[in-house]
């Protein structure tokens, strides 16, 4: 059996011309990751930005939700003569959630029904305003745990 030594190239001529052509090509690699890093990226910004704006409104809704649950509790647990005829306003400007307040209490049958309307309008455009209506009657009795009192 003969062995051919025509084909056998030394080890350091071998690794000569692969070197020679990969020089350039590492730096080529490393724009293209860089671009296919960026793209990535500049659609996962937009994304968290998406999210973040999304936050902010559900938070505002949660502040006004909690100020409009406030006014109806508070006109609830007022004794129905106390609540006066008309249209009140408020302007808050400190705290958490900056607004404006307007109660109008209209007495449709008077001395037995009044009907409350609350709008509460933000200071910051992001936020939408928002209304709540209900009706308030007036007790049987003037005593209000007595049940056998004439009214």
């Given amino acids: 059996m003969q062995i051919s030594t025509r084909k056998l190239v030394s080890p350091a001529h071998a690794l000569e011309p692969a070197t020679r052509q990969r020089k350039g090509i590492a730096l080529v690699e490393v ?4 671009v296919l890093l960026a793209i990535a990226v500049s659609s996962l910004a937009a994304l968290m930005y998406s999210v973040s704006q999304q936050g902010m409104v559900a938070t505002g809704n949660a502040y006004r ?12 647990g007022t004794p129905y ?5 008309g249209v009140t306003s408020a302007s808050v400007s400190t705290g958490t959630y900056p607004h404006a307040r307007a109660v109008t209490v209209t007495e449709p049958v008077v001395g037995v029904v ?32 007595c049940t056998t009192c004439p009214s």
């Fill in 114 to 145: 009044k009907s409350i309307k609350v709008i509460i309008t933000p200071t910051n455009k992001k936020y939408r305003p928002d209304t709540v209506s209900f009706t308030r009657t007036k007790a049987r009795t003037t005593h209000v745990l």
């Fill in 81 to 85: 003569d106390s609540i006066p005829t």
């Fill in 65 to 76: 939700n909690g100020i409009l649950m406030q006014e109806v509790n508070r006109l609830e």
């Fill in 31 to 34: 724009i293209v990751a860089m």
